[in-house]
């Protein structure tokens, strides 16, 4: 979300002196995306910030994807995915593309380590838990229900005060942010919009740690994972400013748009990205056209995957679908409501479903880490009941 904020101490001027109690200088670091013609901010360090002590390669980060088959519904139960570790160890990829990965985390304790991410932005999901995400533009809290948005080479770690949590995570190549068509010419949320800038949650807390010694920071560029270690904290900060930080915001404050027939999934948008969007599906009260449907139609988005990750309460139009679950169905299918779905929800006032839906604009492919939790027969559910 593209708005000015700023924390902390900074100059009266961009690129001037800057000095420390003793007299020495911080040193001054635009961050900014597309060279310098996107999204900036400007941070000033108490260490300079190129100083690494050690360098090491950790791997491939290469997600190995398994061959899709003949084409079909599917659906995976992430429910029995096994707890532990922090919330990057955790994380399971279960499909993706050249354009985003889609993944599963179950942390059960907080990261000792720092860690970066240079070749793309992520939105991590809070299905369950609470904690700190802390990263050189101060601290933010989250607990269920919040997107944690974070852009391209923030430096965080995650540090959890439940006993464990649950994350559905988006990671993209280009940038995540709301729709267009909810934004003026100058940036700002219109009238429309389902949220306005008063439910972004920026960093609250702004921490400079001066300490000295051996800290890790992990670094994920060009596939591949890096481990750098400094002698001096990495959230050494003093001040920044600008347009390019991470930020939080609560499915819950996402205001459903609702008609007096069936709306279309576009109204359930939530962030936009180059090759796919986000959606939120909340409760909401359903049409209100005396002869209205509540179920979705029967549709084919020719040129569209859609995944949902199912979160809470009772999601009307799919059968056999619990909390947890994925389904994806993919281009070239049509799906909607499974048999008596429709029928059932004729008369229905409202749903107290939440979901996050991800529709991408290039086909997906199934990673094999999700292959061992598919829900086997899922194409099958449609042919229950009497067939018509």
Sequence with gaps: MAYYHRMGQIPHKRHT????????LYREEVMGLEGFSGIQSILYHHFLPPRIVETEYLGDAKVEYLP???????????????????????????????????????PTGSMEYFYRNAQAFEVWYTH????????????????????????FGTTWRMKLHSPQARFFVIESGSQIVPPRRYRNEYGQLLEHAPYCERDFRAPEELITHTEKGEFEVRVKVRDGLSRHVLDHHPLDVVGWDGYLFPYAFSIHDFEPITGRIHQPPPVHQTFQADAFVVCSFVPRLFDYHPQGIPAP?????????????????????RKGIDRYDLTLHPSGLPHGPQPGATEASIGAKETLELAVMVDTFRPLEIARDAIDFEKTGYQNSWMEGDGE
Excluded at 17 to 24: L, V, Y
Excluded at 82 to 98: H, I, P, Q, T
Excluded at 299 to 317: L, Q, T
């Design 17 to 24: 002196q800057f000095r420390k109690p003793d007299g020495k």
């Design 68 to 106: 899709y088959g003949a084409i079909r519904h599917r659906a995976f139960q992430t429910k029995t995915f096994e707890a532990g570790g922090d919330a990057l160890s955790s994380r399971k990829v279960l499909m993706g593309n050249s354009d985003v990965t889609l993944s599963v985390a179950r």
């Design 128 to 151: 369950e838990g609470e904690g700190v995400l802390e990263t050189q533009f101060g601290n933010l809290s989250f607990s269920g229900g919040d997107y944690l948005v974070i852009p």
């Design 297 to 317: 139609y029967n549709h084919s988005n020719v040129n569209s995957d859609e995944v949902i990750y199912y979160c809470d309460g009772n999601f009307m139009s």
